[in-house]
T-cell receptor, first 111, second 112 residues
């Protein structure tokens, strides 16, 4: 079974601060996805990274896939209260149908 | 827009009851999944189905069964609910060759 470890599990910061969430594994993934989940809702896909070393930006969010495709990071610049939520990384297996999820990072951005 | 609908947002059941959780998707997806989500453990796969009447065990299938009689509907069944099955249950679907999964809003089940 492939495992994904996310850190930190909890993060409480002030509006305007920067933060980085990490997603690490000893396994290689075909791709890696980041989801955000708000209370009472299911996870919603933010981005998919496919190529080792790939960097994708989504407004203030920057996603990076490690060169070896074993890890990923999510960096948020100037966090806003609207960024509050649970962030989940998920790695795709080589067969292309299954996702392995990390434990999640619960982010609270205080105004 | 893809829509995955779970029949109940909240359920309260008693130990030993048989529980049905229903999920319907409207995008003709081949694959459907059931996960449970517990704090700090992320999403853990219970069962998935890649076609009508086909099912495969995920990582934690014990105590659960599933049914997929129609392509758009995937049901999760707890034959005899136990308190350790109190959790958030999430249904998802994806195209046959696709890795992007679309999630329902979840069912929060409490077993007393």
């Amino acid at each position: 079974t492939q495992l994904l470890e996310q850190s930190p599990q909890f993060l409480s910061i002030q509006e305007g601060e920067n933060l980085t969430v990490y997603c690490n594994s000893s396994s290689v993934f075909s791709s890696l996805q980041w989801y955000r989940q708000e209370p009472g809702e299911g996870p919603v896909l933010l981005v998919t990274v496919v190529t080792g070393g790939e960097v994708k930006k989504l407004k203030r969010l920057t996603f990076q896939f490690g060169d070896a495709r074993k890890d990923s990071s999510l960096h948020i610049t100037a966090a806003q209260p609207g960024d509050t939520g649970l962030y989940l990384c998920a790695g795709e297996d080589n067969a292309g149908n299954m996702l392995t999820f990390g434990g999640g990072t619960r982010l609270m951005v205080k105004p | 827009d893809v829509k995955v609908t779970q029949s109940s947002r909240y359920l309260v059941k008693r130990t030993g009851e048989k529980v049905f959780l229903e999920c319907v998707q409207d995008m003709d997806h081949e694959n459907m999944f059931w996960y449970r989500q517990d704090p700090g453990l992320g999403l853990r796969l219970i069962y998935f189905s890649y076609d009508v009447k086909m099912k495969e065990k995920g990582d934690i299938p014990e105590g659960y069964s599933v049914s997929r009689e129609k392509k758009e509907r995937f049901s999760l069944i707890l034959e005899s609910a136990s308190t350790n099955q109190t959790s958030m249950y999430l249904c998802a679907s994806s195209w046959g060759g696709g890795y992007i999964q679309y999630f329902g809003a979840g069912t929060r089940l409490s077993v007393l």
